[in-house]
């Protein structure tokens, strides 16, 4: 059973940066594609942002586009969302994802969550 361990959550202030990183227990992983989701309190999951399993095409939310920047380094199993120009509408719990399709919710891993605050 894969394992996805996500880090790099906290405070920032609007306007700020955070970089997410998703470590993978093996390289099983490389076979699919990975990336994020986020919960909002008192809201649903909602998807953020893919890569393919080669790291060639990259799929993001509307409302992250321009301002996040999903990477991953298949020789460390690792996936990374770097965000810039965060809004308090950003806070949530991050959960990095593994699977077939992360746009159509096709997700076979899950990590535990980080949780991202952004203060006015």
């Known amino acids: 059973q894969v394992q996805l361990v996500e880090s790099g959550g906290g405070l920032v202030q609007a306007g700020g940066s955070l970089r997410l990183s998703c470590a993978a227990s093996?390289?099983?992983?490389?076979?699919?594609?990975m990336g994020w989701f986020r919960q909002a309190p008192g809201k649903e999951r909602e998807f953020v942002a893919a890569?393919?399993?080669?790291?060639?095409?990259?799929y993001y939310a509307d409302s992250v586009k321009g301002r996040f920047t999903i990477s991953r380094d298949n020789d460390k199993n690792t996936v990374y969302l770097q965000m810039n120009s965060l809004r308090p509408e950003d806070t949530a719990v991050y959960y990095c994802?593994?699977?077939?399709?992360?746009?159509?919710?096709?997700?076979?891993?899950w990590g535990e969550g980080t949780l991202v605050t952004v203060s006015s």
């Open positions: 994802a593994a699977g077939g399709d992360l746009v159509l919710d096709v997700v076979n891993y």
């Open positions: 093996d390289s099983t992983v490389s076979r699919y594609a």
């Open positions: 890569t393919s399993w080669s790291g060639g095409s990259f």
